[in-house]
């Protein structure tokens, strides 16, 4: 019903809708208009139907953003995580800020020391915001003696209120409890005061996999199952075999399988 472009001079050569959020009537996409540059593009629907919008405002993402964002919309609040190298941060602008659909930020909240990818997940309901650190090593409070579990990430939470008008201020932390956890990878509260997170897949293996669990069509004489392990991205597995064969047509290939080929 209706196409979007940057319709800038600078966004020329840029990559228009690498991450976007709707929420309502408002679209925010972001563009990568240099390289590691990003900037945010705000737009309204003006019908119902959704085939006329307008560009109401063009925010540059500067001063140390790094990485993809992660996007956040709740009504006139939006929130920005940066969890790429550097600044490692989360933005929170309000639309009215500043002037009408002026979009002005109102808080930067830093993240803790070292690469933890803070802000790799965001999500806002009224007035908190989940902030997702997946790669945060974590301790145990009931247990000083613990050893960190290395990756075992953590959500924080913030509100609005704390610490004042706009003062963003912590008040609660979720943390992993084993290496690799990963919590925060994903974040999302459902409207009804609730947070669901995602774990990517943690030390998902198999090494007792028989190899009678493999079908190869035309395949060779002898395959022994090497090894497994996840992709990064939670939700694939990635298996390695070893193939033996005398057909001196057959090809080593490497191919990806759905869950549903299985």
């Known amino acids: 019903v209706a196409a979007l472009d940057a319709g800038d001079q600078k966004s020329t050569n840029a990559i228009f809708g690498m991450a976007q959020v709707l929420e309502g009537g408002t679209l925010v996409s972001v563009a990568m ?54 600044a490692q941060s989360v933005r929170l602008y309000e639309r009215h800020l500043g002037g009408l659909h002026n979009w002005g930020l109102a808080k930067t909240i830093a993240g803790p020391p070292g690469e933890v990818t803070f802000g790799y997940s965001v999500s806002l309901l009224g007035s908190l915001l989940a902030v997702g650190c997946p790669k945060e090593d974590v301790d145990h409070d009931d247990d000083p003696g613990t050893p960190l579990a290395a990756d075992g990430g953590s959500i924080r939470f913030y509100s609005r209120t704390q610490g004042g008008v706009h003062g963003w201020g912590q008040v609660e932390l979720i943390k992993g409890t084993e290496a690799n956890d990963q919590v925060g990878v994903s974040a999302d509260f459902d409207g009804d005061q609730r947070l669901f997170f995602g774990l990517p897949i943690r030390d998902l293996t198999l090494p007792n996999m028989p190899e009678s669990g493999v079908v190869v069509a035309d395949g060779p004489d002898d395959i022994r199952y090497l090894g497994s392990q996840p992709w990064p991205f939670p939700c694939s597995l990635m298996l390695g075999f070893h193939a033996w064969t005398d057909d001196p047509t057959v090809q080593g290939a490497m191919r990806w399988f759905r869950m549903t080929t299985f």
């Open 33 to 86: 208009v240099a390289p590691s540059e990003f900037a945010l593009y705000f737009f309204d629907r003006l019908d119902a139907a959704g085939t006329q919008w307008v560009r109401r405002k063009i925010v540059p993402l500067s001063g140390g953003a790094s990485g993809l964002p992660s996007l956040s919309l709740q009504g006139d609040t939006l929130a920005v995580g940066f969890s790429g190298s550097g």
